[in-house]
T-cell receptor, first 112, second 117 residues
Framework: DQQVKQNSPSLSVQEGRISILNCDYT??????FLWYKKYPAEGPTFLIS?????DKNEDGRFTVFLNKSAKHLSLHIVPSQPGDSAVYFC???????????FGQGTELSVKP | GAGVSQSPRYKVAKRGQDVALRCDPI?????LFWYQQALGQGPEFLTY????????KSGLPSDRFFAERPEGSVSTLKIQRTQQEDSAVYLC???????????????FGEGSWLTVV
């Protein structure tokens, strides 16, 4: 039972263009969502988050959009840079507290 | 400390051997989590502590897995009689907040890479 899904295992984008990473969830009790970035041989690093009471949160080149009715969120990176190449994980927390539930990850490759 | 610290970074164990993985959370963080990440997958929840209390251990795959946080800071994940399917990265994470974590950022360590041969 995969409650958080990232259906694209990989994404390749040209430097300077927009990267859009998608995430779907099934549990309506989720009320806080986070994106993590992971380089090889390192732990996940927090990138950006959004509460369910918002539909957009922006931090520099990174913007997360939340569509509650569709149970869908996306991470936009613009402009994309080669250093953004990593695996990106979407994660969610239920309003009953406790654990993060992760998606399977999307490997982003930004080509110079 | 500045971040979540885990040791050992790499561990090779023979099948049947017991292993212990250590996590030093960020100082003052109330919540501590253990996750297991298999190759090509997202992290899977194992267990959660709020201070010294283990509030959720629903993700522990078998009774060979045991975690403790006796003084509410450092935590140890112990795996008894390791098997090949235990090979994975074990990630520890901590958060400042307690129960009802929405709004609290959860910070991860670099992980302990376990290979069972």
């Amino acid at each position: 039972d995969q409650q958080v899904k990232q259906n694209s295992p990989s994404l390749s984008v040209q430097e300077g263009r927009i990267s859009i990473l998608n995430c779907d969830y099934t549990n309506s009790m989720f009320d806080y969502f986070l994106w993590y970035k992971k380089y090889p041989a390192e732990g996940p690093t927090f990138l950006i988050s959004i509460s369910s009471i918002k539909d957009k949160n922006e931090d520099g080149r990174f913007t997360v959009f939340l569509n509650k009715s569709a149970k869908h969120l996306s991470l936009h990176i613009v402009p994309s840079q080669p250093g953004d190449s990593a695996v990106y994980f979407c994660a969610a927390i239920s309003n009953q507290g406790g654990k993060l539930i992760f998606g399977q990850g999307t490997e982003l490759s930004v080509k110079p | 400390g500045a971040g979540v610290s885990q040791s050992p970074r790499y561990k090779v164990a023979k099948r049947g051997q017991d292993v212990a993985l250590r996590c030093d959370p960020i100082s003052g963080h109330v919540s501590l989590f253990w996750y297991q990440q298999a190759l090509g997958q997202g992290p899977e929840f194992l267990t959660y502590f709020q201070n010294e209390a283990q509030l959720d251990k629903s993700g522990l795959p078998s009774d060979r897995f045991f975690a403790e946080r006796p003084e509410g800071s450092v935590s140890t994940l112990k795996i008894q009689r390791t098997q090949q399917e235990d090979s994975a990265v074990y990630l520890c994470a901590s958060s400042r907040g307690g129960q009802g974590l929405s709004g609290n950022t959860i910070y991860f360590g670099e992980g302990s890479w376990l290979t069972v041969v």
